[in-house]
């Protein structure tokens, strides 16, 4: 058995190593071993880079690569037919002047090609290589060239009609050149024709090569929109199949990631680009596929954003109402005016429910792209700038509530009239719905109710004193109130700074109190003495000051009024501690009102924390807008218009944090009797069912989170209110 064992392998054993190791793991008909192997000497294999290097070069001058002064054919201008090719496109004219070529352009084109010197090196490169290799280095170089033209060419050059450009490249130089020298190489295909097909797949690899550049460089395309608008054109030839769509989208989206979607953008220039991906993603693919794929990241990063909503508001509400002369108001770089326009342009079509799902007569239906994720957006909100923005986050109750807040911050400013806001409202209600901004349309209403009712009281007050033949107060005391009457249930809630009001102005409250009482007898005012404008005039020795400030501003400034029984030769000086309590103001609220003060030259901080008035300026300072210098005991260091507003800022923004903080102890002393009393009744509790039942016994629920409820009941639990158990339930404690 052995001996025929070893009998039978000889055979086989004589086989080639490499037919064996074939057979034994590919079937004979799927991997063959080449025919004739090739082996080339070493000095022959050191002239293969030499003959890429030089085949490189000389295609690279025959197809105008690199080149800007090429030009296809005649190197001149016909009247009547237009301007002749040039290979950089940036030298090229428009397309729509640009001629075709003539007989003798391709005569003469042709002409110019047979005197280069590659067709007499084929020759010699072919018998020192062989045809196929030649074929191989002739395809690495082609394929190199046609990368190194398109990025040459185009790279940012946004041009319409660059398509065609491209496509007279390849159809009377690349393919002609190319198939040339393939017949140099194979003197057999000097007898076939070329094929279309071959042509075609060379346009092809042109147009992915575009496609892939104007990937790249989609960030800057749509960083300027307006400049660079039709190379998404460009895209619109390489996006054609799932595979180039979706290497956009990957790409792009870590682009964004990278250069867009960190701390160092802020939340305008996000969504300023974001508004441009939406329209040139709407033009590149008006389905959305594209657009629901690429955006996702950036809504994401959008929703997380503290300022987002209110940047979006912003913009809604921005005026962009023309002038008298039909000049638009300048635009603000803190504004997203762009939403505004936005709105403004608002078509019925856009909003039209999108029910296409379930028309079953509608005869335009079509599926859904094959490239589509499972929840992508049939309808056209993606592609809607507005409704985009408005479906950011999953609820509009947000977009609501800024608006309202937003929309009471405008009409309290004292303006002639709420045109603005009046079109801006109707245009949101199309958007929100008009039981989303029920609360909006009262404000609005309430506005413009109280101008009629403080006209009839101001009327009513001036017949009584004039009936009473009261004198005419002193110049310094003469104090006339506008009000604005508010529904209290329909404005967001508005942070009460509390501070004494001067005298005078309290007796003008009162009687304007009395007045309002006689015409609504049912209803009673409660003043809102922070928000508001005061028109003030400061009569100083040297000058006259006239501005609208605000009422605490104005409060402060009052403090420093000259006391008729006093020496008038001295300046008034006053500390903040005591302006402070004087006035029942916070300390933050009374030196930002000073420092506000300070920068209108009214007064001057002599000392730290002590203000003076400047009755009499230096000479030479009352047209100038510099710092105020050391003279006369002015301060050296008085604040500029940046520093100020910063300060200003951020003592505001202080004082309504002492308000808000004010405020919830307020109601916290509230909550503090609801569970006493709700533990006292029902026993002990854990904190989560406590959170539960302060959620449905407090009126207007219960507002803060589960983490504030547990420091104000560990703050109970100190003052020996309550106490904890061992499995975490809190009980009354014992009396």
């Known amino acids: 058995m052995a001996t025929s064992l070893m009998s ?278 008006p389905r959305g596929v594209l657009l629901d794929r690429v955006v996702r990241r950036v809504r994401r990063y959008l929703r997380e954003r ?89 609820t509009k109750d947000v977009f609501v509530k800024e608006l309202q807040s937003t929309v009471a911050e405008r009409l309290l400013k004292n303006k002639a009239d709420f045109n603005q806001e009046i079109g801006m409202l109707e245009h949101l209600k199309i958007r929100f719905g008009d039981s989303a901004l029920q609360g909006c349309e009262v404000m609005l209403r309430d506005v413009l109710d109280s101008k009629k009712v403080d006209k009839v009281i101001r009327k009513d007050l001036e017949t009584q004193q004039g009936k009473k033949g009261r004198p005419v107060r002193q110049r310094d005391d003469s104090v006339q109130i506008h009000a604005k009457i508010l529904s209290r249930l329909f404005w967001p809630p508005m942070p009460e700074q509390s501070f004494n009001l001067p005298s005078v102005v309290m007796e003008q409250q009162r009687n304007y109190e009395q007045g309002f009482g006689a015409l609504k007898q049912s209803r009673k005012l409660t003043w809102i003495n922070t928000i508001g404008q005061v028109e003030v005039e400061l009569e100083l020795e040297d000058r006259t000051y006239r501005d609208e400030v605000l009422p605490w501003q104005a409060t402060v400034i009052y403090a420093f009024r000259e006391d008729p029984a006093g020496i008038a030769e001295q300046p008034i000086k006053k500390t903040v501690a005591e302006l402070a309590s004087d006035l029942a103001m916070s300390p933050t609220l009374v030196r930002s009102a000073c420092i506000f003060w300070a920068s209108r030259r009214i007064l001057a901080e002599t000392s730290p924390n002590t203000f003076s008035v400047i009755e009499r300026l230096p000479s030479g300072t009352h047209d100038d807008n510099d710092t105020l210098m050391s003279e006369g005991g002015l301060s050296a260091n008085q604040p500029t218009d940046s520093s100020l507003a910063a300060a200003e800022a951020a003592a505001l923004a202080a004082a309504t944090r002492e308000a808000e903080e004010a405020e919830r102890r307020q109601k916290m002393a509230m909550y503090h009797r609801f569970i006493v009393s709700m533990l006292t009744n029902q026993g002990a509790m854990p904190l989560a069912r406590i959170s539960m039942m302060l959620s449905i016994v407090v009126p207007g629920g219960f507002p803060f989170s589960n983490e504030e409820l547990k420091e104000f009941l560990a703050s109970m639990v100190k003052e020996d209110v309550l106490e904890v158990g061992k499995s975490g339930v809190y009980k009354v404690v014992a009396g």
């Open 8 to 285: 039978t392998s000889k055979p086989a054993a004589s086989a080639p190593l490499t037919d064996g190791v074939f057979a034994s793991v590919f079937s004979p008909s799927v991997v063959k071993p080449p025919k004739y192997r090739r082996h080339f000497a070493l000095q022959t294999l050191a002239t293969i880079p030499e003959i890429q290097t030089a085949l490189h070069k000389h295609l690279r001058v025959l197809l105008g690569v690199g080149d800007e002064s090429f030009v296809y054919g005649q190197n001149r201008w016909v009247s009547t037919a237009g301007a002749p090719f040039h290979s950089h496109l940036g030298s090229c004219p428009p397309p729509d002047r640009l001629r075709p070529p003539t007989a003798t352009d391709h005569a003469v084109q042709i002409a110019r090609e047979a005197e280069a010197p590659i067709w007499g090196m084929l020759a010699a490169w072919r018998t020192a290589v062989g045809s196929e290799t030649m074929t191989k280095l002739l395809a690495s170089v082609l394929n190199d060239l046609m990368t190194e033209f398109v990025t040459w060419s185009y790279t940012g050059v946004y041009r319409e009609g660059l398509h065609l450009h491209l496509e007279f490249w390849v159809d009377h130089l690349f393919s002609r050149i190319a198939r040339k020298v393939l017949c140099c190489i194979d003197e057999k295909l000097e007898t076939q024709p070329l094929p279309e097909t071959e042509v075609k797949k060379w346009m092809d690899m042109a147009t992915a090569r575009l496609g892939a550049l104007r990937v790249d460089e989609l960030f800057e395309i749509i960083v300027d929109w307006d400049a660079t608008a039709p190379a998404i054109e460009d895209l619109r030839y390489f996006t054609t199949n799932p595979t180039t769509r979706g290497y956009l989208t990957l790409n792009f989206v870590n682009v964004l990631q990278a250069r867009l979607l960190h701390p160092g953008a802020s939340t305008i220039e996000i969504l300023q680009f974001y508004i441009s991906i939406i329209r040139s993603f709407r033009i590149l693919d």
């Open 306 to 394: 503290d300022d987002t909503v209110k940047v979006i508001v912003g913009g809604l509400l921005a005026d962009i109402t023309p002038d008298e002369t039909g000049q638009l108001p300048p635009s603000d770089p803190d504004v997203l005016t762009e939403l505004a326009h936005e709105l403004t342009r608002h078509t019925t079509r856009e909003n039209t429910i999108d029910d296409g799902e379930f028309d079953w007569n509608n005869m335009d239906w079509m599926p859904d792209p094959i490239d589509a994720a499972p929840d992508y957006m049939k309808s056209n909100k993606i592609t809607d700038v507005i409704s985009s923005l408005v479906e950011l986050f999953e």
